[in-house]
């Protein structure tokens, strides 16, 4: 009975902390999005919040997501060509030192996480 009081308190208070009841899975997927949205829907569709968007020779994400190995191209996206000119991952030997053309932007493993947990779920939707 305790317990159960306690856990009830633990819960409503865990979700007056988050400020709304979603799961974490889906937390990482919006601050995924938010990220996609910051530093890839320049050249990439990133569903459908710009699916006219993007630069003709980027994928979509949605299309990239139905191949079998999309998580590991995702993860290792910034050592693939085009990004080494412009992504710098800190602790990451610069991979490239060519003159970017492209803005060059900044991003940790963490958030690459994000952005993974965010296309995973656009593996649903198309
Ligand atoms: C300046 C434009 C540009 C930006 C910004 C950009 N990309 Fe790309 N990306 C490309 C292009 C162009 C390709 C296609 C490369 C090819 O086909 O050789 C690509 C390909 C990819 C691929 C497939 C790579 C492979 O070899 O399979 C992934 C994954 C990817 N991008 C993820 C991202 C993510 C995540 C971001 C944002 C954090 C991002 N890209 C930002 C231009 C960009």
Redesign the pocket.
């Known amino acids: 009975m305790v317990i159960r009081i306690f856990a009830g308190v633990f819960t409503c208070a865990l979700l007056t902390f988050t400020g709304h009841p979603l799961s974490h899975a889906s937390d990482s997927a919006e601050l995924g999005f938010q ?2 949205r910051q ?2 829907s ?3 569709v990133i569903g459908e919040f710009n699916r006219m968007g993007g ?1 003709g ?3 979509s ?1 949605t299309w ?1 997501v139905k191949s079998d190995d ?1 998580r590991e ?2 993860l290792t ?1 910034y050592s ?4 080494p000119v ?2 710098r991952v800190p602790g990451y030997a610069l991979w490239s030192d060519v003159e970017p ?2 803005p060059p ?1 900044q ?1 940790t493993l963490d958030e ?1 996480d994000l ?1 993974v947990a965010y296309v995973e779920t656009l593996r649903d939707t198309q």
Do not use: E, G, K
């Open positions: 990220l996609s530093l890839c320049r050249c990439h630069i020779n980027s994928p994400f990239m999309w191209r995702f996206f693939r060509r085009p990004h412009f992504t053309y492209y932007f991003i690459i952005i």
